[in-house]
């Protein structure tokens, strides 16, 4: 049974174009493109600068992407994506039958999956907002001079925001990279380097028991001269606030603590530990991935500067995350990829669309979910 999920996988993408074909108007189904899940519903004429107003030869690109991207929008002003990815829905969703066909093939054959907290299968609503990214919603959200770009730059951003509305961010606080341990290592490297540059903030304060990833970048840190302190945590798991605030000096730069810890499950006093940080002036760093979409959390109620999130703990796709990073008061840090200056600069790299929206979705579905309980 080893190769039911990738059976599934391929019998589900099929079954979702061929639905999707079934919407698009044409002449013949011949005439459709191989991959085409969509058409846009306006037709619009493309032109270069030069022909976008021949008589203005000072128009600049940025003026003909302006006046070429409203032929794509609607009476509103609301840029058209195409309909294939709401085509889908929860209760009829042919990803939805295949995997329940897959489950029945696969009961009596392998073990009850227990382990939920170091990953989790993807939902099947996810799964149908990734599909139509893939093959038919494929431009590069980072290009900005045309529909294909537009439709998968809106698609991310509406992402960006359901994970954002998950932990009470704003939209442009939030980073995406390809999952917690990335977010880690940017946050705890990208504060130390950036403040420890003068020589003034030299100093960091994590617990014991943190995620291997939180303590290897510490040590790499420690090779770079900085200075770690390592609090002990108590019977209960929990570290004890006083040690924790007498820890703290004027050349603290950060402070990393997870809120739920990843091999005993307990749910550090977040609020108390962002309120101490705040009162002395030093960032605090979280690491989130278990603790997002399972319990209740306010970066704002709880002084959080820092977040690392994980999609595939929630539901979501692997190799997709986000790191929160606060914008007033401004977060300075030194990115640690470095490229074409995508995600504010702090994160190069092109995004993957089908997996930012399998994260965005499976945020939204983790928040609804909670909402309700």
């Known amino acids: 049974m080893a190769n039911v999920a990738t059976t599934a996988l391929r019998r589900a993408s099929r079954q979702g174009l061929k639905q999707s074909f079934s919407t698009v108007p044409s002449r013949s189904s011949q005439s459709l493109p191989r991959f085409a899940t969509a058409t846009v519903t306006r037709t619009a004429r493309r032109g270069y600068v030069s022909e976008t107003k021949r008589d203005n030869a000072q128009v600049n690109v940025e003026t003909a992407i302006r ?31 295949v995997l329940k066909d897959a489950k029945l093939m696969d009961e009596g054959q392998r073990p009850i999956y227990l382990d939920m907290q170091a990953t989790t299968p993807v939902d099947p609503r996810v799964l149908d907002a990734m599909l139509p990214f893939f093959v038919g919603v494929y431009g590069n959200p980072h290009s900005r001079t045309h529909a294909y770009g537009w439709e998968s730059e809106k698609a991310v951003e509406e992402a960006r925001e359901h994970v954002a509305n998950l932990i009470g961010a704003d939209p442009k606080e939030i980073i995406f990279t390809s999952g917690a341990t990335e977010s880690n290592n940017m946050s705890i490297k990208g504060v130390a380097r950036f403040f420890g540059r003068s020589g003034k903030k030299k100093h960091i304060i994590t617990s014991q028991t943190e995620h291997k990833c939180v303590l290897d970048s510490c040590r790499h840190l420690q090779d770079e001269g900085f200075e770690v302190t390592y609090l002990p945590v108590q019977n209960n798991g929990l570290i004890n606030l006083e040690e924790f605030e007498a820890a703290i000096r ?40 278990q603790a997002v979409g399972k319990i209740p959390l306010d970066v704002n109620a709880m002084n959080i500067d820092l977040m690392s999130i994980s999609s595939h703990k929630i539901y979501g796709p692997k190799g997709i995350g986000a790191c929160y990073v606060r914008r007033r008061p401004r977060v300075r840090i030194d990115p640690i990829i470095s490229g074409g200056g995508q995600e504010r600069g702090l994160r190069s790299g092109t995004l993957a669309p089908p997996l930012v929206v399998g994260f965005g979705e499976a945020c939204r579905i983790a928040k609804e979910d909670m909402s309700v309980s």
């Open 250 to 289: 004027p050349d603290t730069a950060l402070v990393s603590i997870m809120t739920v810890n990843n091999e005993i499950g307990v749910i550090q006093p977040i609020a108390e530990i962002g309120q101490l940080c705040r009162k002395n002036k030093v960032f605090f760093h979280t690491d989130a991935a």
């Open 67 to 97: 006046l070429d991207k409203k032929d794509f929008m609607n009476e509103k002003g609301e840029l058209v994506m195409p309909g294939s990815a709401s085509a889908l829905n929860a209760a009829g969703s042919p990803v939805a039958e």
